[in-house]
């Protein structure tokens, strides 16, 4: 899940619809309360899965073990609804670029995670999990940038010698 532009969410709103998820998804919302061997489906169908979002009810029903499993295989589980979407018009619920840019920013400021979800959340109705996550992988992304440059100072330093 790149955190340049917009991010989608994919709404599965009854287990049906598992099957014929495209195996690209990384982002999932699961709009009813699913059952072990339901996730065990998403996960074989969706291999590169990274976010699964939850109604509060369903996220709450999770067994220990399923969130271990999902913990384990590196899936982020996250509380919260997709507000405002219409699942008939469209398939994704869609967090804009600039709730992304605005994430950016803020965390660029090295201002607070809690205030960061506070000023997101008045942009726009997203669940404080998401936008924690959101942040985590900002800090990751950047991390990740950071290292790679170093990577490439060094190699072009030995290159030098």
């Given at each position: 899940?790149?955190?340049?532009?917009?991010?989608?969410?994919?709404?599965?709103?009854?287990?049906?619809?598992?099957?014929?998820?495209?195996?690209?998804?990384?982002?999932v919302h699961l709009a009813f309360r699913p059952a072990d061997r339901d996730?065990?489906?998403?996960?074989?169908?969706?291999?590169?899965?990274?976010?699964?979002?939850?109604?509060?009810?369903?996220?709450?029903?999770?067994?220990?073990?399923?969130?271990?499993?999902?913990?384990?295989?590196?899936?982020?589980?996250?509380?919260?609804?997709?507000?405002?979407?219409?699942?008939?018009?469209?398939?994704?619920?869609?967090?804009?670029a600039y709730v992304i840019e605005k994430i950016n920013e803020l965390k660029?400021?090295?201002?607070?995670?809690?205030?960061?979800?506070?000023?997101?959340?008045?942009?726009?109705?997203?669940?404080?999990?998401?936008?924690?996550?959101?942040?985590?992988?900002?800090?990751?992304?950047?991390?990740?940038?950071?290292?790679?440059?170093?990577?490439?100072?060094?190699?072009?330093?030995?290159?030098?010698?």
């Amino acid at each position: 899940m790149s955190l340049q532009g917009s991010i989608r969410i994919r709404v599965v709103t009854g287990r049906d619809e598992i099957s014929k998820l495209n195996a690209e998804e990384k982002a999932v919302h699961l709009a009813f309360r699913p059952a072990d061997r339901d996730l065990f489906n998403l996960i074989k169908v969706c291999p590169m899965i990274e976010l699964l979002q939850f109604p509060a009810s369903a996220y709450e029903a999770l067994s220990k073990f399923m969130r271990m499993y999902l913990d384990s295989a590196g899936i982020q589980l996250v509380k919260g609804d997709v507000s405002g979407h219409w699942h008939d018009l469209e398939n994704y619920f869609v967090v804009p670029a600039y709730v992304i840019e605005k994430i950016n920013e803020l965390k660029a400021q090295g201002i607070s995670e809690e205030e960061i979800i506070s000023e997101v959340t008045g942009l726009r109705r997203i669940s404080p999990d998401l936008i924690r996550h959101l942040i985590y992988k900002v800090s990751s992304e950047t991390e990740k940038r950071s290292r790679e440059r170093k990577i490439k100072t060094l190699s072009r330093q030995e290159k030098l010698r």
